[in-house]
């Protein structure tokens, strides 16, 4: 337990101190979005077809939340669940009127491409044969915490949780079943079908978890409140629309 706390607030100060840099670093005008890792492939294709100069902080919305609450500069702030955007809401920390639903997502079980397990749903991983599963740490991760309540609400947690290997982010994670490192994974359907190195078993249930709803907002300190803005508006865009269906992100209503 030390030790994950340890990783934890060392990834929340180097990310300041990698903001921090970028600011110094850059004349250009430019606004630092703070976007959970399940956003990473999507957000970089947009930012090819934005002309403003964006830089990103791809990490979990645990994490970033963190960041913001300790001052990193990051001007949007794109969220994995309603929970750490609520916590900067309650803190003032979001620019009034600037919140808004923005994506939707999916739990999906997966493999490595070529493991020959015969999995075909969530309750067969209590399986002897099944022994590492990837998941993210809870704590930070949503997409842990939605696996979490996943396998609650199946009856299976207590038979799996000796089982679990922690990823800081869902990237992380599903970088564990990529490299063949575990035998199964719990990521973001778009996180799978953004690799070509897994396969999907199964999709988890709606009813099984809370609605996997992405919010974004302005954060309160920005120094370019307008440009963020403006940038928020552009995720709303057909352009933007297009993109984060083609990985797989349903458009929240």
Do not use: C, W
């Not at 739990?107 to 749903?121: D, G």
């Not at 299976?156 to 922690?166: Q, T």
């Amino acid at each position: 337990m030390f030790l994950k706390r340890a990783i934890y607030f060392f990834l929340v100060l180097l990310g300041i101190i990698y903001f921090s840099f970028i600011i110094r670093g850059n004349n250009n005008p430019q606004i630092l979005i703070g976007a959970a890792a399940s956003l990473q492939p999507a957000l970089e294709e947009f930012s090819k077809k934005y002309p403003q100069n964006v830089d990103y902080n791809f990490a979990s919305s645990g994490i970033l939340q963190q960041q913001i609450e300790q001052g990193a500069p990051i001007d949007v702030f794109i969220s994995a669940s309603f929970k750490q955007m609520d916590n900067l809401e309650k803190n003032n920390l979001l620019l009034p009127n600037t919140r808004k639903n923005l994506l939707l997502n999916q739990i999906a079980l997966i493999t490595p491409k070529n493991n020959p397990l015969s999995l075909t749903n969530f309750p067969q991983l209590v399986q002897p044969k099944i022994t590492l599963i990837a998941i993210g740490e809870a704590r930070s991760v949503p997409a842990g915490q939605y696996a979490l309540e996943v396998f609650k609400n199946l009856g299976i947690l207590a038979s799996l949780e000796s089982k679990f290997v922690y990823g800081n982010n869902v990237r992380e994670t599903l970088t564990y079943v990529e490299t063949g490192n575990v035998d199964a994974g719990i990521v973001y359907l778009t996180d799978a079908k953004s690799s070509d190195k897994v396969k999907v078993i199964a999709i988890a249930d709606k009813q099984l978890h809370t609605p996997i709803i992405y919010p974004v907002a302005v954060i309160k300190n920005s120094k370019s409140q307008q440009i963020a803005k403006k940038y928020l508006e552009s995720l709303q865009s057909e352009t933007a629309r297009k993109i984060f269906q083609k990985y797989g992100f349903g458009i929240a209503k």
